[in-house]
């Protein structure tokens, strides 16, 4: 478990620890003009507002276009959201026995969305969320209370999972719902929005109006969502339909913005990117020196690659012999192979289901006599490339992300071109090698340095 030195209390707005976290360079900056700029033009805009500016005294139930003054709010919503920087959401999805309910916190700067899932209607998706524009991570727990609770600030290290589902539909329509509400710039003042009456919610005065969305956040053909939007253009509440029709109401909780972590899959806290010190340099440098010292690892492996390939293994690792020895494990299908890797080949076998979670020693006839082909997957590349750290030291500008605990050891994580970050200790030993995959999420090895004599992969033989 990896514990990091930003706590949940910290607050990217005054201390910069928690911006978004790729690419590493400049965006903390750019983060801090981005969330400058839509500030300003809230503010701007907001400012230009009447407060409270309402039409002719409205009759009961009577209902009138929008004036320019709440068409100016619903245009500034998003902008004021990013501004805001995150908030907590209670979201209901469905109705009756249908229902799912999710509570949590958006982080509209990151993005990200960090959910806890229940209801009656929420069926295999029981459990906990993390999910980005691109990626939707799950923890499902069938044990789960019926009703979402607050999801814990410090997420749990284990038993995330990658996970795909129909654009429009369930987990990925609400993140992409809530995702839209934020925006670096006051959208265009629409023409078709219509207010309905005012009322108060959680003690804030707010106009409650039927408008489309902007930024394309209304299903297209569907009818415009009802808007609880107070003087300052905050969004307290909204009604609508997600783009298959279910109906959806989402609550802000305005109050309630921690700083969010997002779990390791996703790169965990981002930190404060800079570029490394004389002293980081040199350790980065000695790195081969430091492995083929130390020999070899045990390792362990965690890989969400696709829906079908969240895998999840141990083994050992041999600098010495330039190969690593793996069992390997999908959880979703509990498919389980071997894999034996050199660099640029890789052998495997399969093992039937019930197999051993730790490879056997000797190592198989059938591994050892396998065809080796080149990586093919991004495992096989996180593993290939830990492998030739022995021989060269990593080229290119090198940055550190940010200061982290692991299994006891102080390190600095340490990410170096294509995509590898290295977690190293102030010895600088490596405890933790990760590798960014195409799905936008982390691979990782978590490494025991250390000789262990008979433990390890065999050498490659030379005619192969």
Known sequence: MSVGTTG????????????????????????????????????????????????????????????????DR?????????????????????????????????????????????????????????ATASTLLVRTDPAALPTPARPPLVPPVDRWRLREQPAGRGLAAV??????????????????????????????????????????ATPAGGPAPTLWIDPDARLHRLTGRLPDGTPVTVDLIRADRPTLR?????????????ALTDVEAD??????ARLRAAGGAAVTVAAPLGPSANLAGTGTLSWATSSAYLAVTDADTDRRSLRWIRPGRVAQAPVSPGGPDTPPAPMP????????????????RLVDAALRAATRA???????????????????????????????DR?????????????????????????????????????R
Request: proline share 11%; charged share 25%; hydrophobic share 40%.
């Open 8 to 71: 949940p209390g910290d607050d990217p707005e005054t201390d910069g620890t928690d911006d978004p976290p790729d690419p590493p360079g400049r965006r903390r900056a750019a983060l801090a003009a981005l969330v400058a700029v839509a500030a300003v033009s809230a503010a701007v805009l907001v400012a230009g507002l009447p407060g409270g500016s309402r039409g002719p005294a409205e009759q009961p139930g009577a209902t009138r276009p929008l004036n320019a003054a709440e068409a």
């Open 74 to 130: 619903v245009a500034a919503l998003r902008v004021g959201n990013l501004r805001d920087v995150r908030a907590g959401v209670r979201v209901a999805v469905g109705a009756g026995g249908d229902r799912t309910e999710l509570l949590g916190w958006v982080d509209w700067a990151r993005p990200l969305v960090y959910l806890d899932v229940g209801g009656p209607g929420a069926g295999t998706d029981h459990g906990l969320v993390q």
């Open 175 to 216: 993140r992409d719902l809530l995702l839209a509400l934020g925006a670096d710039r006051v959208d265009p003042a629409g023409p078709d929005g219509r207010w309905l009456r005012r009322e108060t919610l959680g003690g804030v005065p707010v106009d409650v109006v039927q408008a489309p969305l902007p930024g394309g």
């Open 262 to 274: 997002p779990v390791d899959a996703l790169g965990g806290p981002s930190g404060q990117p800079r």
């Open 283 to 288: 350790r980065l440098a000695r790195l081969p």
């Open 365 to 380: 006839t059938g591994l050892l006599t396998a065809t080796a082909r080149p990586a093919a997957d991004d495992l096989d």
């Open 394 to 424: 990593p080229a290119g500008a090198a940055v550190r992300i940010r200061e982290d605990r692991l299994a006891g050891h102080v390190v600095d994580v340490v990410q170096v071109p294509g995509g590898l970050r290295w977690w190293l």
């Open 427 to 463: 010895g600088g030993l490596p405890h933790r090698v990760e590798l960014r995959t195409g799905r936008g999420v982390w691979a990782r090895l978590d490494l025991v340095p250390g000789r262990r004599p008979g433990a390890g992969p065999p050498a490659a033989p030379s005619s």
